[in-house]
């Protein structure tokens, strides 16, 4: 059986250079895996690792044809090469630049790291201070590349649904990365933007479907992470909560949480994270099991909302 939806790769740990680092070699083993897997969605930007993801997955991507895969890269969110990361949602010493020459300068050397002569999507990135900045500088240089033909969409990628919410109304958008917000934990996409999407004709690539970890591991992991934070008490018994009404449903709360953020009708695509063999295999496997017709009346009375029903 083939998954819900289709997947693709988040190349962020490519970047990692003090948090949990992967070899070159790991990397490579990681990489054959999931293109032995049918995989052909990758995704990176220059805030990873100061640009040391683009340029492992460049290496990765050699020998391999370019047409057959879709791969994206951002623009606006920078850090220092190979950095030491003390807090990976808002580093110390990180920038932003959404100017024009910022961003044509950045979609170059991404093009080169890569190396490839296009991209197939360029995202705005983690916009969310800077909605005017990326308004008048990054979105108009990006939709010069377009009509160029060195990039193919354009789109943003955000943790914010407001964020995406406030480009899509006033901006032509193609897709969007919509990271961790309509997630068995957090539906703050549900009533604006992913209704909006499916009016305007817009993508979506629902990003990090297990909220940093918590909703892969349960509740229990003492080193687990809620957007990128060791999550409080409170946060580990809504968890607990969700995964027993899963748990009696025969769920488990992985495969539900895969499962709830791919049903929404909006959502075009899952991207995951890169992982070793074994766990991105259990991913698509979870993806491809069906879960009971019961499971969202269950989580519903958790006060989380049928993700099938939320169009308008």
Sequence with gaps: MSPVKPVGLGFGLLGTTNTAPISDAQAEEMFAAAWEMGLRRFDTAPLYGGRLSEERLGRLLRGHPRDACVLSTKVGRYRAYAAHVVNPKDNPGDWHDYTREMTLRSVEESLRLLGTDHLDIVFVHDCDAYLDAARDGAL?????????????????????????????????????????????????????????????????????????????????????????????????????????????????????????????????????????????????DDLSAPVPDTLWPALARLDIPNPTSLTS
């Design 140 to 284: 108009p240089a990006l939709a010069e590349l377009k009509a160029q033909g060195v990039i193919g969409a354009v789109g943003c990628g955000s943790n914010s649904a407001a964020t995406h919410a406030a480009l899509l109304r006033d901006s032509d958008l193609d897709v969007l990365m919509v990271a961790g917000r309509f997630t068995l934990l957090d539906q703050s996409a549900a009533d604006t933007l992913l209704p909006l999407c499916l009016s305007r004709g817009v993508q979506v690539e629902l990003a990090a479907p297990f909220n940093s970890g918590i909703l892969a591991t349960g509740p229990d992991v003492a080193a687990t992470r809620f957007d990128y934070q060791p999550p409080d008490a409170a946060l580990r018994d809504r968890v607990r909560a969700i995964q027993a009404a899963c748990q009696a449903e025969g769920v488990a709360l992985k495969r539900a949480a895969l499962h709830y953020a791919a049903a929404h009708p909006a959502v075009t695509r899952l991207v995951l994270g890169l992982i070793h063999a074994d766990g991105l295999r259990s991913n698509l």
